[in-house]
């Protein structure tokens, strides 16, 4: 270095510059030091740098400077982990980069394959059928209800609200699904006992329609074994189908906006009582427009969600108040309602409308369904509305009486059944119960389903084959023993139910006092032949027995067919095929598709045979064996019925406007203890008959009394005039006398 450079070189410098040797690190710290490498010390100032030798090469301070400082013990332990970290976090980014990659593709795919709005609001498999009552009320409803479309600015804001506070309060602010809910949602299943997937779901609005939608599929009956099988398979939890799920709710937030996501899903969602959507779920329970629901209203809808089927208002009122408090609460907590609306809204709880409180019509609006063509019920692509037959008064009347002979008529715990239906002359049946439990729908409905057998109930179809026939309710039958040899079983001799014998009676009294003995000899007399032909034409139609004891009711029937066949008696002797529809049309065509279903049919006996046959049963209310059906101020007549070991009772009757059928068992065959038709079943008949009645102005009977029998007295021979006694001798006297007078003629 020149001497006019102003400094004198450094002699260590000089040296370790010349030999090439490396200058030795510095230690402090002791043990420390050499346990965890070089300790820092106090910093000092740098010394100027000294320019390099011409003859070192370019990159050997590079090299020096990637040369790794000694690190000690815990430094090289931990050397593998570090390196792992390294490693996992390289793989990881390049892993994360190419799966975000991926579902970018996939929700792009996902929206550009995702149908226009309008679409996607009724996703029913099937449509819906609406029952109305003879004055065109709405009273049941079946299949999938729709009630048209609805929009999250249509809808009331309390039914808005309630929803989003209820099932995803960030709905709002997250992109389709939220990290936040389902790590919650992760921990509640987790401290519950359940899996990790199990129970809590963590789902957001957009994932909930996502899964409504089946991720696009739509039913077709060629893919799949059933609805039922389609539905399952939409609602599968498998870790991948979350994964797939997530996917097309983040593409549905890509396609809509929130509020057309939210339209979606109250249109789409499941509200329980066959009501699809806001709309439908409104005018099911409250009989109103979504638009127009209340807070307690529209919270109670919000409640169902969760739990559809078991918490609808028509299944648990009290359950579903519940639950719609609850709602109010998350309302109130998210700032949709203050503390006085809450507590209003909490303090008067929704409440049914009277056509929901009817339980969707319940055994008539199971027959209705059963009546018609399945493509038009039970399997209906459309939305179908059938104007029925149903007087709603009527029905309410029906209900009322059973439950009211039962609650106090009879011993508590009994498992006795009974079952009603009443009907105009021309067989409309305006009301039908099918058992003891009248608020129920898909069950047993012993009215149309139960066929059991008869017994005097049936004795009206022989005494209109004798009327028919010539015979007068006034002739003479001899009730005494009486047997027949049947041919492979032996003798058979019927008994009255008295065990007595009344000697002559006429057909009148015979049917008053329900009498065997006379109705088999009048069924013999007629011919058992005409007598069938006579029940089957009044439309019981079912094999009858062939034997004598066809006239004491061996042969089956259901209520419904006997009450229809009463009907005809009323109505002058004309058959009756019992009917339920008036009307079916599709909702969208004004024209019906089809129209009545029954009705009056052809004549079975005379006018003047019928009215009669209504006088005679007249006086079984009056006189005999159903005085306990009597109506005051009604005429009223009717049969009682009772089958061997007092297995079924009946009783069927009529006014001038309504026909009555009760019937009175087991299930399982089981005899009645102390019951017959003239008891139970007719006070059953007799309270329905009086809340039927009420309000209407009493008619008389159709029926016809029989003209008296003249009997005429014994001809007696005419008078002789008296001759008196003739002496021997006067004879030839008096027969000159004769011929001289006429000689000479008379003076």
């Known amino acids: 270095m020149a001497q006019g450079s102003g400094r004198k070189p450094l002699v260590a410098e000089k040296r370790y510059a010349k030999t090439g040797a490396k200058r030795p690190a510095k230690r402090s710290g002791g043990f420390w030091g050499l346990l965890f490498g070089k300790a820092k010390s106090k910093p000092k100032a740098k010394p100027r740098a000294k320019p390099q030798p011409q003859a070192q090469r370019p990159g050997s301070a590079r090299r020096k400077a990637a040369r790794p400082k000694p690190r000690g013990l815990i430094g090289t332990l931990l050397m593998p982990f570090r390196w792992l970290l390294r490693l996992v976090w390289g793989f990881s980014w390049r892993v994360g980069v190419i799966v975000l990659s991926l579902v970018g593709m996939a929700v792009g795919y996902q929206t550009l394959n995702l149908p226009e709005l309008a679409t996607l609001l009724d996703g029913r498999a099937r449509g819906s059928v609406t029952m109305l009552d003879h004055e065109g009320e709405v009273f049941a409803w079946r299949g999938d209800q729709f009630g048209g479309v609805v929009t999250a600015q249509t809808v009331s804001p309390h039914l808005k609200n309630a929803i989003v506070a209820t099932e995803d309060k960030r709905f709002y602010r997250h992109f389709g699904i939220s990290p936040r809910g389902v790590a919650s949602a992760v921990r509640i299943n987790l401290s519950e006992g359940r899996g990790p997937l199990s129970g809590h779901g963590g789902s957001t609005i957009t994932q909930q329609t996502a899964k409504l939608l089946c991720l696009g599929r739509v039913y077709d009956p060629k893919d799949w074994e059933s609805e039922a099988a389609y539905e399952k398979d939409c609602r599968q939890g498998s870790l991948w189908r979350k994964g797939t799920e997530a996917i097309y709710a983040m593409a549905l937030e890509v396609k809509f906006t929130k509020d057309e996501i939210l339209s979606i899903y109250m249109n789409r969602a499941y509200m329980g009582g066959g009501a699809h959507g806001a709309e439908a779920a409104a005018k099911r329970y409250f009989g109103k427009s979504a638009s127009q629901l209340s807070a307690a209203e529209g919270a109670m809808l919000a409640g169902l969600l969760t739990a559809p089927s078991s918490l609808a208002p028509t299944n648990n009122l009290k359950r579903s108040q519940d639950r719609a408090a609850t709602v109010l609460r998350l309302m109130h907590d998210q700032g949709y309602l203050s503390a006085s609306e809450t507590k209003s809204g909490q303090d008067n709880p929704a409440r049914l ?72 002359a021309d067989g409309a049946v305006r009301a039908m119960v099918g058992g003891r439990k009248t608020r129920v729908s898909g069950v047993f409905n012993r009215a149309t389903q139960a066929k059991r057998q008869t017994g005097s109930a049936f004795k009206p179809f022989v005494y209109a084959t004798a009327l028919e026939l010539g015979y007068s309710p006034l002739d003479i039958l001899l009730d005494t023993e009486y047997c027949l040899d049947l041919p492979g079983s032996g003798e058979w001799c019927p008994k009255n139910y008295t065990r007595k014998y009344y000697g002559e009676v006429t057909l009148a009294r015979a049917l008053r006092d329900s009498l065997n003995v006379p109705a088999v000899k009048l069924s013999e007399a007629v011919g058992r032949d005409r007598v069938r032909r006579v029940a089957s034409d009044f439309g019981i139609d079912n094999a009858m027995a062939e034997g004598p004891a066809l006239a004491l009711g061996a042969s089956e029937s259901t209520l419904l067919e006997m009450t229809g066949a009463y009907a005809g008696i009323l109505n002058g002797g004309s058959s009756v095929t019992p009917y339920g529809v008036s009307e079916l049309r599709l909702v969208t065509d004004t024209e019906p598709l089809m129209g009545r279903s029954g009705g009056m049919g052809e004549r079975v006996i005379r006018t003047e045979a019928a009215q009669q046959l209504v006088w005679m049963m007249e006086k079984v209310i009056a006189e005999g064996t159903g005085r306990r059906a009597q109506i005051p101020g009604w005429q009223a ?20 406007d309504y026909v009555a059928g009760v019937w009175m068992g ?32 009493p008619d008389p009977l159709p029926m016809l009394a029989p003209a008296p029998i003249v009997i005429p007295e014994p001809v007696r021979p005419a008078p002789q005039r008296r001759r008196d006694r003739i002496r021997p001798g006067q004879e030839i006297g008096r027969a000159v006398d004769g011929l001289l007078r006429d000689i000479f003629g008379r003076n």
């Open 353 to 424: 409308s009277p056509a929901a409180e009817a339980r969707a019509g319940g055994y008539f609006a199971d027959w209705i369904m059963d009546s018609v063509p399945s493509y038009f019920g039970a399997q209906t692509a459309e939305d179908v509305v059938i104007r029925t037959t149903m007087d709603q008064r009527l029905q309410t009347a029906a209900e009322e009486a059973i439950t009211y002979v039962f609650d106090n008529k009879v011993r508590p715990g009994s498992k006795a059944q009974a079952a009603i239906v009443v009907m105009s």
């Open 666 to 697: 087991y299930d399982d065959n089981t005899p009645l203890s102390g019951v017959t038709g003239g008891g139970l079943p007719a006070e059953i008949w007799h309270e329905a008959m009086v809340r039927v009645h009420e309000g209407l102005t």
């Open 637 to 656: 007549a009717g049969k009682s019925g009772t089958t061997q070991a007092a297995r079924d009772a009946w009783f069927i009757g009529f006014t001038a």
